[in-house]
């Protein structure tokens, strides 16, 4: 069925919820809401907005965590006619700042349970005063398809986060195709996980909201822990998933691995390798996987049909326009489409498009160009693709300083940027560290050679969300350049992993801290680290966590060892692992290592001149 393409996505889910008002639209834990209760609280929010003067077009931030409070406050504020700016209660005061202060927004949202102080803004709103309070009625069609809906940041070469503008039209060609090549059937469940910053998080919530199936809020812990997630899948039969490649190659790692009774996949926010498509066609063997590419300034604007339009062995290719109001063209420098075979830059029309970069109208104009003899304006993506004989698209990479890490775009000079901020930082570069688990990391390299690691870190970890943190900064006397004058960032890397590690260490560790090293190596593979550096500190991710237990699993299986994640981030070095897992296989029960459960060491002092810091978490 095809819904209206210039209709709002408020007034979508009006019309969803009178024809389904007691059906559930949302589960978070134990707390179901129907369709009916959520369309009378977010009534409620969007009256109170509006008593506040908050107007069609204005933009309203929205400090919550995934929850179902932040859907209710969300299609509230599109009731009001106004945009929703996320603002995720984990991302850096000072990162918050920045957003506030740029977009000026016209309110904030917030919770008892994440409650926003800046000096950027005034006083927030509490959604569970704004979400019970009795407000005069709003009038119906207060803001057309072509307003504002959301606003997403994204990393931004500037050293300040990109603010892109999404209206209600630039979503409906990815959730028409959802919902005229698999409708859905009764009983299905959906769940949403993604971080509410970007477009997945959007789809997740509507395709299925909008067409009166059930949506499964997913809790951040749950979403961390790989073999967690796949259990609440499988227990809540939930019947389609959108994933990105690295979450999924983390997942093929995990022994025994056996797929959920899914319908749909989309595998979106990374470019898909051959080789975990052909994984993934045989390990889902009953489920419909489509690659979808697209930026957050034009999300799914091209579908490959894994299980239709590849074959394994050959590259994945982009796909064809999901849509036929959407226009694509490879042009090389002088904007002239190429010619079969050639590479060129690829550029993109319609009404996908995002509408402008929020207060930025230069880097509006330099995305946003005119092409010859054409009125409408072309999306410059930045990303190299070969246009193949038959058609297709082959992805090169990209020509700027953006990458993908986990889903997540990281424009390198932001980051670059944040360790510029420090004063005894006086050259800093980024890259990425692509380990043999499948999931890249950044490696930041700082001159001169005494700038304190730990206190560069610190420095970006004020600035900068967790996705776009380095695994590690390195500092060093000087940077390599090539014959032509460059930085070379190639050998910068190969020095790096070649480095010697402390050999003294490892030929007096153990035999169960040899095993833990072996084990890391092979993950993360280089060995520059000693037996008390953290696995975060020598290059790990939250994904390659997942890797390093289940290769532990596997050593140490003859001695009957039970490993979780968990254990890993409680003994995030090889010593405190080894000891640990040495205590696992003698079968004690008490932890008498002197450390809690609940105390996570993120960095080991090396000395005694400093006082140790503890950071509490609250209650809740």
Same mark, same amino acid.
Request: aromatic share 6%.
């Given at each position: ?195 509410? #910053?970007?477009?997945? +998080? %959007? &789809?997740?919530?509507? @395709?299925?909201?909008?067409?009166? =199936?059930?949506? !499964? ?69 009953? #489920?419909?996987?489509? +690659? %979808? &590419?697209?930026?957050? @300034?034009?999300?799914?604007?091209? =579908?490959?049909? !894994? ?314």
């Amino acid at each position: 069925m095809i819904r209206k393409l210039h209709q709002p996505i408020h007034e979508l889910y009006r019309d969803q919820a009178r024809k389904s008002p007691e059906a559930i639209a949302l589960i978070e834990n134990q707390r179901r809401i129907t369709f009916g209760e959520l369309d009378t609280l977010s009534d409620n929010v969007a009256s109170s907005l509006c008593v506040l003067d908050v107007r069609a077009g204005d933009m309203v931030g929205l400090h919550i965590d995934r929850s179902i409070c932040w859907v209710v406050a969300a299609i509230g504020i599109l009731k009001a006619g106004a945009a929703v700016v996320p603002l995720p209660p984990a991302f850096p005061a000072k990162r918050l700042d920045d957003i506030l202060s740029h977009a000026e927004l016209s309110q904030v949202i917030d919770s008892p349970a994440s409650r926003l102080v800046s000096p950027c803004t005034r006083d927030a709103l509490c959604i569970d005063e704004i979400a019970r309070r009795e407000a005069p009625a709003i009038p119906t069609g207060n803001c057309g398809s072509s307003a504002p809906a959301f606003v997403l940041c994204s990393s931004g070469s500037t050293g300040l986060p990109k603010m892109i503008v999404r209206n209600h039209e630039s979503f409906m060609h990815r959730l028409n195709w959802t919902w005229q090549r698999h409708p859905f059937e009764p009983g299905e469940i959906c769940c949403l996980k993604a971080q509410v #910053t970007t477009t997945h +998080s %959007i &789809y997740e919530l509507f @395709e299925p909201l909008l067409c009166g =199936v059930t949506v !499964l809020v997913i809790a951040e812990s749950i979403v961390r822990d790989l073999e967690a997630f796949w259990r609440t899948i499988v227990e809540h039969g939930v019947s389609r998933l959108l994933m990105v490649p690295s979450a999924l190659h983390a997942s093929m790692q995990i022994p025994d691995f056996s797929a959920p009774a899914i319908r749909v996949l989309v595998v979106m926010g990374e470019y898909i390798d051959a080789k975990l498509a052909e994984r993934l066609r045989a390990v889902f063997p009953a #489920t419909r996987i489509y +690659s %979808i &590419y697209g930026s957050t @300034e034009a999300s799914s604007v091209l =579908v490959c049909d !894994l299980c239709g339009d590849w074959n394994p062995g050959e590259d994945v290719p982009l796909g064809e326009p999901i849509a036929s109001s959407i226009e694509l063209s490879v042009l090389d420098a002088d904007l002239r489409p190429v010619s079969a075979g050639e590479v060129g830059q690829l550029y993109l029309s319609g009404p996908a498009l995002f509408s402008k970069y929020l207060n930025d109208h230069d880097l509006t104009e330099s995305a946003l160009v005119g092409l010859s003899g054409r009125s409408e304006k072309w999306y410059d993506t930045n990303d190299a693709v070969r246009r193949m004989p038959g058609g297709s698209l082959q992805f090169i990479g990209r020509v700027d300083d953006t990458v993908k890490i986990r889903g997540f775009r990281v424009d390198l000079k932001e980051v670059e940027h944040a360790l510029l901020a420090l004063d005894a930082v006086n050259q800093a570069t980024v890259v990425v560290d692509q380990c043999r688990a499948g999931s890249g990391s950044l490696l930041a390299f700082v001159t001169p050679s005494d700038v304190d690691p730990s206190r560069a870190m610190q420095v970006v970890k004020d600035r900068l969300p967790e996705y776009m943190m380095p695994s590690a900064i390195v500092s060093v006397d000087s940077f390599p350049i090539t014959e032509r004058g460059k930085l070379d960032k190639n050998k910068l890397v190969s020095e790096y992993r070649n480095r010697p590690s402390n050999h003294s260490e490892w030929n007096n560790a153990s035999e169960t801290e040899h095993r833990v090293l072996r084990v890391w190596a092979e993950v993360l593979g280089h060995s520059a680290f000693d037996v008390d550096m953290s696995f975060f500190e020598a290059g790990g991710t939250s994904l390659t966590v997942f890797s390093v237990v289940n290769l532990l699993r596997s050593e140490f299986s003859a001695e009957g060892l039970s490993l979780s994640v968990t254990t890993v981030y409680q003994f995030p070095t090889v010593r405190l692992l080894a000891r640990q897992l040495a205590r696992i296989m003698r079968g004690a029960l008490v932890d008498d290592s002197g450390l809690s459960p609940l105390l996570v060491p993120l960095k080991q002092s090396k000395g005694s001149d400093q006082a140790p810091l503890f950071l509490i978490a609250s209650a809740g």
